[in-house]
């Protein structure tokens, strides 16, 4: 699929899934819009995407997503640079993990700001540079965490209360834009393996269901491009994943 001139705003941007995801981008062709918590860490994300795609478009800005001035300011900033954005991916989050009262308070704050109200005013502030494309699309990167009945291994209780927050915004949003051409769509994976896209072999892995692994960052990629992909008339509005394997329930070293 080609990205060709297709702007893209990236948050979360840091050494992990966020910059998986830049690589990807950067090498269809899309102008990056990438933040990330510190600028050391984006940096690094764009330091690499250039080594990887010479000439890539890159803009980096520090963003902590539980700051509503900085997200405020950084489509200010992005308002500078272009007046319009085709793609918003709402990547970052504050990952908490273990037994709801074995992590600090701030951490629980902090894992319900950056989730699920980073991900609404990134939405909001960024949604005037969307509605100037011809095909503006968002992306919310949710996880099973969120959803009812789910067995999700490790994620803290808040932070699956963050992400259904997030899940109930984005469900709330696509009825709210519909007929106005802004597509909105969640993907929710479960635990996942995130391989760098520049390692061909661990990249394009075949997995199978007999191995105690997890699904990989390339099977959660491909959900995202095939909803993207799609004709405008058509809206993938949510994509669930799962490993089909006893993987969730496992340790798994």
Not at 33 to 47: G, M, P, Q
Not at 66 to 80: G, L, Q, T, Y
Request: hydrophobic share 40%.
């Amino acid at each position: 699929m080609n990205f060709e001139n297709k702007k893209v705003v990236i948050t979360g941007a840091s050494p992990d899934f966020g910059q998986t995801l830049s690589i990807l981008f950067a090498q269809m062709g899309a102008e990056l819009f990438l933040s990330a918590r510190t600028l050391e860490k984006v940096n690094a994300t764009a330091k690499l995407v250039r080594e990887v795609v010479p000439g890539a478009k890159i803009s980096t800005f520090q963003v902590n997503v539980s700051n509503p001035a900085e997200i405020e300011k950084f489509a200010h900033d992005v308002r500078e640079i272009s007046d319009d954005i085709d793609i918003l991916i709402n990547n970052a989050s504050y990952w908490l993990e273990g037994h709801l009262t074995d992590v600090d308070d701030e951490d629980i704050v902090e894992t319900i700001n950056s989730t699920a109200t980073g991900s609404v005013l990134m939405t909001k502030h960024f949604l005037p540079l969307l509605k100037n494309s011809k095909s503006p699309d968002i992306i919310f990167v949710n996880s099973t965490a969120s959803l009812n009945n789910n067995i999700h291994s490790i994620a803290n209780e808040a932070f699956s209360a963050a992400k259904s927050a997030q899940s109930t915004f984005a469900d709330r949003l696509r009825q709210r834009m519909k007929g106005q051409g802004v597509r909105v769509i969640s993907v929710y994976p479960p635990n996942f393996d995130n391989p760098s896209p520049l390692d061909d072999v661990q990249w394009n892995e075949r997995r199978s269901h007999t191995q105690l692994r997890y699904l990989s960052a390339r099977n959660v990629f491909e959900c995202i491009k095939f909803a993207l992909s799609q004709d405008r008339v058509c809206s993938i509005d949510k994509i669930v994943l799962s490993n089909n394997n006893a993987a969730e329930t496992e340790v798994i070293d």
